[in-house]
């Protein structure tokens, strides 16, 4: 149970680094910027529904949804 709930908190981690990387460069409040936050929300939702788990595990999700988000921004503002 901990190692599916660490998978999923993985998953959405990397789910959301493609959509930080272009969000980083989107224009704040934008219309594209409002998309790349929300689209892989029904997606992460999805995995969690699948995989039995209740809402109490949204906190965590979101945690691996945001670090993702930022890891992508990173990735794009200091490229090698």
Known sequence: ????LFTLTLIALVINL???YLRSRATKFSLKWFL?????IPFIIL???WSGF???VIPILFIGAMAGQLLGGY???HPK
Request: glycine share 4%; net charge positive; charged share 15%.
């Open 1 to 4: 149970m901990l190692f599916t």
């Open 36 to 40: 790349y936050i929300h689209i892989p």
């Open 18 to 20: 493609p959509f930080g």
């Open 75 to 77: 990735f794009n503002k």
């Open 47 to 49: 995995m969690r529904t």
């Open 54 to 56: 209740s809402y109490k």
